[in-house]
Nanobody, 119 residues
């Protein structure tokens, strides 16, 4: 498995921005898919977006298109989630996850970082 550590969460007002980071370590993960998920209070965890370490365009959930951007820095082994135009409904715990090549499920998860958007 891959070890993942998220950071960058916090409290921000509606319309503000945050950048989350996810540092990966533990093994060779150059062919992994890195995903971002979130879980709001009382709701199921939901997919936000994903990116491949090896390249290609990120994939996003419809509700974040145009506002969130996922990028990666292969030298720093870090994946980022840039969140702009934040809304109250973006509040939740954000998780980074890793999915091995050809796997269906994400099998490594970070501890999560809290994002709170106030009105």
């Amino acid at each position: 498995q891959v070890q993942l550590v998220e950071s960058g969460g916090g409290l921000v007002q509606t319309g503000g921005s945050l950048r989350l980071s996810c540092v990966a370590s533990g093994r060779t993960f150059s062919n992994y898919v890195m995903g971002w998920f979130r879980q709001a209070p009382g709701k199921e965890r939901e997919f936000v977006g994903q990116i491949r370490w090896s390249g290609g365009s990120p994939l996003y959930a419809d509700f974040v298109k145009g506002r969130f951007t996922i990028s990666r820095d292969n030298v720093k082994n870090t994946v980022y989630l840039q969140m702009n135009s934040l809304k109250v409904e973006d509040t939740g715990v954000y998780y980074c996850a890793a999915r091995p090549p050809f796997a269906v499920r994400y099998d490594s998860w970070g501890q999560g970082t809290q994002v709170t958007v106030s009105s």
